[in-house]
């Protein structure tokens, strides 16, 4: 049985969340460059280009959040099992995730097709942004079953503490995009909708590059017959991923409701917050990285009965996370300007962004602790106690909105954002604190 880490079940925990979440950082960054890449050149087209894409993925995230359940179960079971030495059950979980994960991501990419125009609608988006942003979504709804298989056979490799493998793949998906988006978008002038089919083809290459490798796997191997399926199983990766679904799903609808507030502001400001947006989510990656190193060090040492060193590796994840975004905050506030204007030239666009940006850092510092111990708590089958808090957040989130929306404008709804970030990290850590994984050792660990 290979180890491709020496210190997740025993050593230094800073040293196994460090040396499982680098390459993730390097994968996810290259993952988050695809909409990057395609805002970068959109944003040379116009702002309505850009607002396009913008009010486009508050719904495609929804249709994704909803099938990444499957592979954040996936994940959480292959650790346990692995962390456990049960390989035969690792491969079952691996192969009923897959399976499943496909059937949900065809229904959904469905349902994405016909019920986007009417959301748009809702959200109150009309002209050229309204069709563009029509045949954006129809184009990356076709691609996004690829996405989903990529994110299930990414978690089976995570889970058992291969973290380098996806980020070669995520290397070469980048590639392609960067290098296809200017073609499609410019010499073959599709515009927005060579984005999209830039952002798909590369997706596609990625699955197969996934599938290829699998075929000379250790302990895994993807079948087209005679699957084994495993009903208990099945529930089980349900049980923790449909509340951790749910958790990303009540996220994005609480974006979704903030792009509709915004867009009352005009082009500019959805712009501005699309923007910011990713530009807030490439912020976070390194945080999102530890928190896929948090499930699988917290999910193997669960498996193999080690209960404290298992809490003990969430509350180091969540401290490295709170030192890495407290850096990147702090840049982030102070370069502000310069990070919208890489994206556009337009000014209104730009001071709107910055003001987005800045207001924002408070939250997105302690959206470090909220992201590693809810992947704690998912490694632990315990996801549904981090969905309640983050549904409650989502709820005050969207009704501070609303109400610091009419007493300061714009800027309120930035704070709205903010404020309910701090609020659910203080409850979740408290949480968290109370928990007890089954029974604790008394013996002391190696946390550095």
């Known amino acids: 049985m290979k180890h491709h880490n020496p210190h997740i079940l025993e050593g230094s925990l800073t040293k196994g969340v460090i040396t499982l979440s680098t390459p993730i950082i390097f994968s996810m960054f290259f993952q988050s460059l695809l909409n990057i890449v395609d805002t970068f050149w959109l944003g040379r087209l116009g702002a309505e280009a850009v607002a396009a894409v913008s009010v486009s993925w508050p719904i495609i995230f929804i249709v994704i959040a909803l099938a990444s ?3 954040i179960g996936c994940n959480a079971l292959v650790a346990k099992y692995y962390g456990a030495k049960d390989l035969a059950s690792a491969n079952q979980a691996a192969e009923n995730s897959i399976w499943l994960g496909a059937f949900l991501a065809l229904f959904l990419t469905i349902i994405g097709f016909f019920v986007s125009p009417s959301l748009f609608r809702f ?3 009309q002209g050229e942004v309204y069709k563009l942003a029509l045949i954006y979504t129809d184009i990356i709804f076709v691609g996004t079953a690829f996405v989903f298989l990529m994110f299930i056979l ?6 058992e503490g291969d973290t380098k493998t996806a980020m070669k793949i995520a290397i070469g998906i980048n590639v392609v995009n960067f290098v296809l988006d200017p073609v499609l978008i410019f010499l073959a002038g599709w515009g927005v909708a060579g984005a999209a089919v830039a952002t798909v083809i590369a997706n596609i290459l990625g699955l197969v590059a996934f599938l290829v490798f699998f075929q000379t796997h250790e302990w895994f191997r993807l079948r087209f017959r005679g699957v084994d399926f495993n009903l208990k199983q099945i529930k089980d990766i349900l049980f923790i991923g449909v509340p951790a679904s749910l958790r990303n799903v009540s996220n994005a609808i609480g974006t979704f409701f903030i792009t509709k507030i915004i867009a009352g502001y005009g082009a500019a400001a959805v712009a501005a917050y699309g923007i910011g947006f990713r530009l807030d989510s490439l912020g976070v990656l390194p945080v999102v990285a530890i928190s896929s190193a948090a499930v699988t060090m917290v999910g193997q040492n669960f498996g193999a009965g080690n209960y404290q060193r298992a809490k003990n590796s969430g509350w180091i994840s969540s401290g490295l996370g709170l030192v890495l975004l407290g850096v990147i905050g702090m840049l982030t506030f ?3 300007p310069w990070l919208i204007n890489i994206f556009t030239g ?5 001071d709107i962004g910055s003001t987005f940006l800045r207001i924002r850092t408070p939250g997105l510092v302690f959206s470090a602790v909220i992201m590693t111990l809810s992947a704690a708590f998912q490694a632990f089958h315990k996801s549904h106690y981090s ?3 983050t549904l409650l957040r989502v709820i005050s989130m969207i009704v501070m909105a609303y109400w610091f929306n009419d007493l300061f404008g714009l800027s309120g709804v930035w704070w709205a954002v903010t ?3 701090i609020i659910l990290a203080v409850a979740i850590t408290v949480w968290y604190a109370l928990y007890q994984p089954k029974e604790v050792e008394e013996k002391p660990e190696n946390l550095l």
């Open 419 to 421: 404020v309910s970030s």
């Open 69 to 71: 359940g499957v592979s």
């Open 154 to 159: 990414g978690a089976i490799l995570r889970g």
């Open 346 to 350: 337009e000014k209104e666009v730009i």
């Open 334 to 336: 102070i370069f502000a």
């Open 123 to 125: 959200i109150g988006v």
């Open 387 to 389: 969905f309640i808090l």
